[in-house]
């Protein structure tokens, strides 16, 4: 089965300090990752993926996502919070670009 | 640009009653899902197409079905609506190998 695990429900981090949210797969196969934001009331909107080549992926507003194979990790990374940062965040994985397995969520709080 | 579109954003049902929740996207694209967000528990997907005319199941397909009869559009119905359907659904369009586009969601409560 395939699952996608956020180990934080939670992740709060001071204004211009650098931000990880966690993001773990076991699935079969080379998955594409996902990483999507959500902001209240709101649908998902994409922020960066993988398919394959360099490890670090850089997308929306700043983001970056690290991945690591033998982790079978793809965390989402920031050098710089912002308070406007402050949202519900989404990893996933696909196998074709139509199924989705989403993670639980992160919601990340930036403090000014 | 439209993009992926969901009607109703609201709605609230009776036990019992049936329903159908709208989606259409005018990205041309192939693929076609439909999501419930359920607190604590992420998206999960209920059905999806690959394109018109062929629908599957996902994981959560009970009590749900869909169609494609177009590439633009794929309608979610609730047969007879039951309390633990209450959720947010979602709707979402894209490519082979490329991101979602998601609607922005209708907040469905079964009373």
């Known amino acids: 089965a395939q699952s996608v695990a956020q180990p934080e429900d939670q992740v709060n981090v001071a204004e211009g300090n650098p931000l990880t949210v966690k993001c773990t797969y076991s699935?079969?196969?080379?998955?594409?990752l996902f990483w999507y934001v959500q902001y209240p009331n709101r649908g998902l909107q994409f922020l960066l993926k993988?398919?394959?080549?360099?490890?670090l992926v850089k997308g929306s507003y700043g983001f970056e996502a690290e991945f690591n194979k033998s982790q079978t990790s793809f965390h989402l990374k920031k050098p710089s919070a912002l308070v406007s940062d402050s949202a519900l965040y989404f990893c996933?994985?696909?196998?074709?670009?139509?199924?989705?397995?989403f993670g639980t969520g992160t919601s990340l709080t930036v403090i000014p | 640009n439209a993009g992926v579109t969901q009607t109703p954003k609201f709605q609230v049902l009776k036990t019992g009653q049936s329903m159908t929740l709208q989606c259409a996207q005018d990205?041309?694209?192939?693929?076609m899902s439909w999501y419930r967000q359920d607190p604590g528990m992420g998206l999960r997907l209920i059905h999806y197409?690959?394109?018109?005319?062929?629908?599957d199941q996902g994981e959560v397909p009970n009590g749900y079905n869909v169609s494609r009869s177009t590439t633009e559009d794929f309608p979610l119905r609730l047969l007879s609506a039951a309390p633990s359907q209450t959720s947010v659904y979602f709707c979402?369009?894209?490519?082979?190998?490329?991101?979602?586009?998601f609607g922005q969601g209708t907040r469905l409560t079964v009373v």
């Open positions: 990205m041309n694209h192939e693929y």
């Open positions: 197409s690959v394109g018109a005319g062929i629908t």
């Open positions: 993988y398919i394959t080549g360099d490890n």
């Open positions: 979402a369009s894209s490519k082979w190998g490329a991101a979602a586009f």
């Open positions: 996933a994985v696909s196998f074709t670009g139509n199924q989705f397995y």
């Open positions: 699935v079969s196969g080379n998955p594409y």
